[in-house]
T-cell receptor, first 114, second 109 residues
């Protein structure tokens, strides 16, 4: 049981380049999330999905797009990367959004934008 | 605005007890979570509190006071493997998680 798998684990981009981060979960979770983690700050929600074919904006959505064409996959795209997007990105999934909502995280993707 | 405060870093000795505090100001409350994150790894769930009081789970306990907007994570019989960051997160009235910046716990022999 792999849980939540993110690819790639590391990537270096030049300003203006585009890329896609892939998140896959095998737990049949309805909810999926993309967070970024920066030094000295809490995890910040970029986008999330409440089910196949749905997406919604989180706290810091600008500069990112997402898609959830299949229930098990949640893609995060950067159309034109900027140095401010240098961060560690975490994908997470959960059964629902109720109070006892425990998130399962992927191992993270470290992105550097030069 | 919504805010979660926790100390940036703490140091403790192997075998001892440490308490990591978390205070919060959020729009509503639907539960408080503690996650553990080892360096370079994913956060993993430790505990969930929604009612006032203490929840005990082995060497780890978590306490909540909703009236004070306060929680703590208590780690007993510290082991070197407990060296990690501990993240406090509160679920607000919209069921959105608000995360603290985390407390880096350093365990010394």
């Amino acid at each position: 049981n792999a849980g939540v798998t993110q690819t790639p684990k590391f990537r270096v981009l030049k300003t203006g380049q585009s890329m896609t981060l892939l998140c896959a979960q095998d737990m049949n979770h309805e909810y999926m999330y993309w967070y970024r983690q920066d030094p000295g700050m809490g995890l910040r929600l970029i986008h999330y999905s409440v089910g196949e074919g749905t997406t919604a904006k989180g706290e810091v959505p600008d500069g990112y797009n997402v898609s959830r064409l299949k229930k098990q996959n949640f893609l995060l795209g950067l159309e034109s990367a900027a140095p401010s997007q240098t961060s560690v990105y975490f994908c997470a999934s959960s059964w629902d959004s109720s109070g006892a909502n425990v998130l399962t995280f992927g191992a993270g993707s470290r992105l550097t934008v030069l | 605005g919504q805010n979660i405060d926790q100390p940036t870093e703490m140091t403790a000795t192997e075998g001892a007890i440490v308490q990591i505090n978390c205070t919060y100001q959020t729009s509503g409350f639907n539960g408080l979570f503690w996650y553990q994150q080892h360096a370079g790894e994913a956060p993993t769930f430790l505990s969930y509190n929604v009612l006032d009081g203490l929840e005990e789970k082995g060497r780890f306990s978590s306490f909540l006071s909703r009236s004070k907007g306060y929680s703590y994570l208590l780690l007993k019989e510290l082991q070197m493997k407990d060296s990690a960051s501990y993240l406090c997160a509160v679920m607000d009235s919209n069921y959105q998680l608000i995360w603290g910046a985390g407390t880096k716990l350093i365990i010394k022999p």
